[in-house]
């Protein structure tokens, strides 16, 4: 069966820190993709990164970084300095060739407070 | 990637009637999705569009709740119908150019049904 877990529910950080949002996933696929997914509260769902399986190379973007790690099936993301205009709810989703499906985690509030 | 327009934006409708959501994608796709996001939760796969031919749904969803349309490469609507107040929902289109590819999503679709 393939899942995607978020563990944290809401984190709450001010302004300038930085933050790791976690995503744990689950499948028996040897190939698949990795997503991040970004919902401000204005609920559009916007895409931020894809990773496939076989790319565990770290990728950063401006203040945005993501870590894969296969071993132990970790797709984290990581905001450095963060701004108020983060605050969403930040969605990880796995796809996987014998599904055919995109699978969502249960998303992570990320409140910036000023 | 694609870019996804919805209509309508949102909308308050009454128990007991039905409301058709448009999608839009300006360019040609393979593959369409329609998602429902219940307050507070994660994204569920509705069913994904098939151009020229039923449908294929989720588990729980069914055609004479969900009626979906999908004339063509770029365009396909969801109906929703005979609403009840547990249909309160953010409805949400996606679009994928290949198989594999990334989904893009529009902007979804604000349904609170009294």
């Known amino acids: 069966a393939q899942k995607v877990t978020q563990a944290q529910t809401e984190i709450s950080v001010v302004e300038k820190e930085d933050v790791t949002l976690d995503c744990v996933y689950e499948?028996?696929?040897?190939?698949?993709?990795l997503f991040w997914y970004k919902q401000p509260p204005s609920g559009e769902l916007v895409f931020l990164i894809r990773?496939?399986?076989?790319?565990?190379q770290n990728e950063i973007s401006g203040r945005y970084s993501w870590n894969f790690q296969k071993s132990t099936s970790s797709f984290n993301f990581t905001i450095t300095a963060s701004q108020v205009v983060d605050s969403a709810v930040y969605f990880c989703?796995?796809?996987?060739?014998?599904?055919?499906?995109?699978?969502f985690g249960t998303g992570t509030l990320l409140a910036v407070q000023p | 990637s694609a870019v996804i327009s919805q209509k309508p934006s949102r909308d308050i409708c009454q128990r007991g009637t039905s409301l058709t959501i448009q999608c839009q994608v300006d360019?040609?796709?393979?593959?369409m999705f329609w998602y429902r996001q219940q307050p507070g939760q994660s994204l569920t796969l509705i069913a994904t569009?098939?151009?020229?031919?039923?449908?294929?749904?989720e588990s729980g969803f069914v055609i004479d709740k969900f009626p979906i349309s999908r004339p063509n490469l770029t365009f396909s609507t969801l109906t929703v119908s005979n609403m009840s107040p547990e249909d309160s929902s953010i409805y949400l289109c996606?679009?994928?150019?290949?198989?594999?590819?990334?989904?893009?999503f529009g902007p979804g679709t604000r349904l609170t049904v009294l």
């Open positions: 569009a098939n151009q020229g031919s039923e449908a294929t749904y």
């Open positions: 360019s040609q796709v393979t593959m």
């Open positions: 499948t028996r696929d040897t190939t698949y993709y």
């Open positions: 990773r496939n399986s076989f790319d565990e």
């Open positions: 989703a796995l796809y996987g060739g014998a599904t055919n499906k995109l699978i």
């Open positions: 996606s679009a994928q150019l290949g198989t594999r590819d990334t989904q893009y």
